[in-house]
């Protein structure tokens, strides 16, 4: 299994000549900071919709969570879910959805929209149509999101949870049918090849919670039938508990084997009381209360960082995406944030900020030019810049190993 402490394909080696006006800036004190990781270390924005809308109703408490969150993340998703999307057919919340999107954009964040085809939270209306009709629906649906949103959202989780799809039965829905009717792999393949037609740059992802050797069988079967994928998402939803890294690094090595970068898509970790072991659907548990503990606050802190650990340091690893800044509003209600319901920070949201802005990151620090207006530096992929009185260049390492760069102060 891969060791979860080598980091050398997160980073690189960089040296660096300045120049300004064309001469080399010798024997110079510069600050580098870095400005943006590129490892995506993501979060749901849901709860921005209505700040970035001017529609909040408590516009102080939005501006201090959006500061806590870009505090950590520099990569959003945004929910498509169509039954909350497009109650009424004809009348997608395109509008509020595509300013959310570009708000964030504008920020310097990448945005991903989820799902494109779910049979849960699907629109109601499709259980009028018969399952050519639902077909139909489902690509236009597909086809119309990835045009609206082309250029501002250019990455979609296109499919979620086909595993169980086909076999749902908690209720009827018209996403069910039609998977029944035609099958996983046809049904994949059909809202792949929708999406791909429509924005042919955007990176699709295949997403799923089953960790299970039939999510192995349905990824070969979509393989073996010639659909492009460009990443994995795997769920790592841990209401009954962490995973621990022995359990975390089999998942990685199994799912890692086709080639593919993976994505932790939907994570959560608890700081309070645990889900009991013998709930099967995660859904099914439903309580009136449950609080976040000092001592599960701990335990979360601890958790985050050995998961987050254990992911970054697997090369297939592309992007951690946390299910929920805070306990207000979390998926069942569980304290599974990094902030607690009245806004104040946990131990987690402390400890992922070190690892992320400290440990893997760099911030501003004063380094000297030599006689030759060269300086050394190693550090995480990313955007850094250099500054040297009113002087700012930029640059970035975007592959591990060395390298050599001539920066022209501007």
């Keep these: 299994m891969t060791e979860t402490s080598d980091l050398r394909h997160r980073s690189a080696d960089a040296e660096i000549t300045l120049t300004l006006d064309g001469e080399p800036l010798a024997g110079r004190e510069v600050e580098l900071s870095q400005v943006r990781h590129r490892f995506s270390f993501g979060c749901t924005a849901f709860e921005f919709t209505d700040y970035a809308n001017g529609t909040s109703e408590r516009p102080d408490g939005d501006e201090r969570l959006l500061e806590q969150w870009e505090g950590l993340f520099n990569f959003a998703t945004l929910p498509f879910y169509w039954g909350r999307f497009e109650p009424e ?157 022995e359990k975390t690094l089999g998942i990685l090595d199994r799912f890692s084997r086709y080639g593919l970068p993976i994505h932790f898509t939907e994570t959560t970790l608890l700081s309070g009381h645990l889900m009991p072991p013998e709930i099967e659907d995660l859904n099914d548990y439903q309580i009136e209360e449950w609080p976040s503990t000092p001592e599960g606050e701990e335990r979360q802190a601890d958790e985050v960082e050995r998961h987050y650990r254990t992911l970054v340091a697997h090369p297939a690893v592309e992007a951690i995406t946390y299910w929920g800044m805070s306990d207000a509003g979390m998926w069942l209600g569980a304290p599974g944030g990094f902030v607690r319901a009245d806004g104040t920070p946990k131990p987690s949201y402390e400890r992922l900020h070190r690892l992320i802005n400290e440990e893997w990151g760099t911030p501003p620090t004063t380094i000297a030019t030599d006689a030759e207006g060269r300086l050394g530096c190693n550090g995480f992929l990313g955007d850094y810049t250099i500054t040297w009185q009113d002087r700012e260049a930029a640059f970035t390492l975007d592959a591990a190993g060395e390298q050599r760069l001539t920066l022209e102060l501007g």
């Design 89 to 245: 057919r004809g009348k997608p919340d395109t509008h509020r959805l595509l300013k959310t999107a570009e708000w964030l954009v504008g920020r310097g964040h990448t945005v991903k929209g989820h799902p494109l085809a779910w049979h849960t939270v699907t629109a109601d209306w499709l259980l009028d149509l018969d399952n050519a009709a639902i077909a139909q629906a489902q690509t236009e649906r597909i086809r119309r999101e990835m045009n609206d949103f082309a250029g501002v959202i250019d990455m979609w989780d296109v499919i979620n949870e086909v595993v169980i799809m086909p076999i749902f039965d908690k209720y009827d829905n018209g996403i069910t049918r039609l998977c029944r009717d035609i099958g996983r792999i046809p049904m994949v393949r059909m809202v792949f090849d929708a999406a791909r037609e429509a924005n042919p740059g955007a990176v699709l992802l295949l997403n799923d919670f089953d960790m299970s050797a039939a999510f192995e069988c349905l990824i070969e079967g979509v393989l073996e039938a010639g659909v492009r994928i460009d990443a994995l998402g795997l769920q790592s939803h841990m209401h009954q508990g962490y995973w621990g890294e």
